[in-house]
């Protein structure tokens, strides 16, 4: 009896709270209720073990949380919509915040988890985690106009529209978990009968490697389904994960590799919002790798399999979306490539982390048929492997899981041929076609991540200066967006910052028009203006331009800005750089993010209003 009133007490105690953090994470109520409910029924399944040490909060809320997520995720156009609008302003900024950061955010907010713990529990290190948690709150307070103070009273008022849902009492709660665990014991054996026929869609499938070499996929306990599930309409052979050997190919030939534990850190686990992209997939696995000897070098492949191309397809695009949208301070997304001649569709992302000492990533995804693999490798204070090279050992992870990639997969699909090409970048921003903060570069010693507002119609032109004054709508653009990107957490002043505005006009002709007239101003702009010098940047055609504007402001005084135009197809996309003293960019390094500009403008192509040529 004492063992039921503890249960009862804890369960009495903890399921209003883990309730709204639930729906702070998901803005799902549906979702938030049936995941609570069967955390607590799991936890009394399981109460000798949740309850070890008095540790049972820590057993029953990241399983509550991953049920609520994941149930969310399977239905993700249910959103709870019928609240207060400041509540639904919480709710909406909050989901423009990564998941693992958002994690981290509500872990410390509501759960009131030390920082140690909460690196823990989401996978990281310390560091990672503080700084996870840093770029969290700041994204969150600029997305609901907030100062980073008001963060914790904002996500508090999430507990309205949780009040008023009722969850079982503690005995009926007790009952389910009874009724749980009969149902286990009796179908212990038909289950693992069930594990192996679905290629292990339950449990973690290893690969045929020593045992340090897998790291096991977290299985949370949920409800029994209400029948068995029925068997899968494809078998294919099990997918394999390169091998230490096979890997040396990412560390320029001459050191030996060896598998090691995986342990998430830096920017695989950083910028993952899961362990895997597929919620419904029916297996998966992971590897890690490290090199000996100098330079410091290390890899993890990951590899899934769906239940059907289509299901594969959007874990691809998920996958690389992650990577191309990660925000860590001081990363830069320095190339992005199509990988052609391997599987279905395969990318190529190259990281450069701006830190000392510098570390350079590649990342690299395939798919094909329903098995999607991804690398993430990395090279610190070292030459990085080259494009060849990392190429080909995606040609490579592609070969190993052929055999599982199902019947749609034909041989031509499994060809190894790679052939890399210079493409846009993944696309990962909050509206195709704008800059995202992994496309800039890193700012003299500022540390902190770069933070961007919310896309939208420009009443103002942010970007525009004195020389040019572009006005995008007035020139006749039929459609046009802007961004502005700010650390909101360094001690910089606050002219400081970088903005940009696209603008997608009717016709191929009128953009070149608009941006031949905003060239002439800006290179005549010295004689309207006279307190204005202009330094012109190398021109790379009539698409693309450059310059430096110093402007005196007073005797002593001069203020600096970096301009930039550039065109692709019927879109002209402006951009300006507001330096402060020491922290600048420089003027090369401007003039690739603005051609990354122009990368990302061809992303309006095939996502709505078609670029031209």
């Known amino acids: 009896m ?41 936890a009394w399944h399981h109460w000798r073990k949740a309850d070890a040490h008095g540790l049972a909060e820590e057993w029953v809320r990241p399983r509550a949380w991953a049920l609520a997520h994941r149930r969310h995720t399977a239905r993700i156009w249910h959103r709870t919509k019928d609240i207060d609008e400041q509540q639904l302003a919480t709710l909406d900024a909050l989901a423009r915040v990564p998941y693992l950061q958002r994690r981290l955010l509500l872990l410390a907010e509501l759960a009131a988890v030390p920082l140690p713990q909460a690196a823990r ?45 009722r969850l079982p009492r503690a005995s009926a709660v007790r009952r389910a978990g009874r009724r749980r665990r009969r149902w286990h014991t009796v179908l212990a054996a038909l289950t693992a009968v069930a594990i192996a026929l679905v290629s292990g869609a339950i449990a973690y499938e290893p690969a045929p490697a020593p045992a340090p070499a897998t790291a096991p996929l977290p299985v949370m306990p949920s409800a029994p389904p209400p029948s068995l599930p029925s068997p899968r309409p494809h078998r294919a052979a099990s997918p394999r994960l390169l091998d230490a050997d096979q890997v040396t190919r990412l560390g320029r030939g001459y050191q030996d590799w060896q598998v090691v534990p995986y342990t998430g850190d830096d920017l695989d686990g950083t910028c993952r919002a899961s362990t895997f992209a597929d919620p419904q997939r029916r297996s998966a696995q992971v590897r890690a790798f490290q090199a000996t000897g100098d330079p410091a070098r290390g890899a993890v492949q990951r590899v899934e399999v769906a239940t059907t191309p289509e299901d594969a397809q959007q874990a691809f695009g998920t996958t690389l979306g992650w990577y191309a949208g990660c925000e860590m301070g001081r990363l830069q997304l320095t190339a992005g490539y199509r990988v052609d001649g391997v599987g279905d569709a395969a990318a190529a992302l190259r990281f450069r982390l701006w830190r000392e000492p510098a570390t350079t990533y590649w990342v690299t995804v395939a798919r094909v048929g329903v098995v999607t693999t991804s690398t993430v490798s990395w090279t610190v204070a070292g030459r990085p492997p080259p494009s060849g090279e990392v190429a080909q050992s995606l040609a490579d992870s592609v070969a190993m899981v052929c055999p599982a990639s199902g019947p749609s997969a034909g041989v031509e699909s499994c060809a190894m041929h790679p052939a890399l090409a210079v493409a846009p970048p993944a696309t990962s921003a909050a509206e195709r076609g704008l800059l995202t903060a992994v496309d800039l570069p890193p700012v003299g010693d500022v540390r902190q991540p770069w933070v961007g507002t919310t896309p939208r119609p420009p009443r103002n032109n942010p970007a525009a200066t004195t020389c040019d004054q572009a006005d995008f709508g007035k020139a006749g653009a039929v459609r046009a967006r802007t961004r502005t990107f700010l650390v909101p957490e360094a001690d910089l002043p606050t002219r400081f910052g970088l903005s940009e505005t696209y603008g997608l006009f009717g016709s191929v002709d009128q953009a070149r028009a608009f941006m031949a007239t905003m060239q002439r101003r800006v290179d005549r702009c010295e004689s309207r203006h006279l307190a204005t010098t202009v330094h012109p940047g190398p021109r790379l055609g009539k698409r693309i331009g450059t310059w430096r504007l110093d402007t005196a402001v007073t005797a002593r005084r001069t203020v600096a800005f970096r301009l930039g135009f550039v065109r692709a197809g019927a879109a002209v996309a402006e951009v300006t750089f507001s330096p402060a003293g020491g922290d600048d960019i420089s003027s090369a390094r401007f003039r690739g993010l603005v051609v990354r500009a122009g990368q990302r403008l061809r992303e309006l192509g095939p996502g709505g209003t078609r670029v031209g040529p």
């Open 121 to 165: 529990e989401v996978g990281l290190t310390q560091e990672a985690a503080e700084r996870g948690l840093q770029a969290g709150t700041s994204l969150f307070a600029l997305q609901r106009d907030v100062a980073p103070s008001a963060v914790p009273a904002l996500l508090a008022e999430l507990a309205g529209p949780t009040a008023a849902l």
């Open 2 to 42: 004492e063992r039921e009133e503890r249960f009862d007490s804890f369960y009495r105690s903890n399921r209003a709270d883990l309730l709204h953090q639930c729906f702070a994470l998901t803005g799902d109520l549906p979702a938030a209720q049936s995941a609570v409910r069967d955390a607590f029924v799991a």
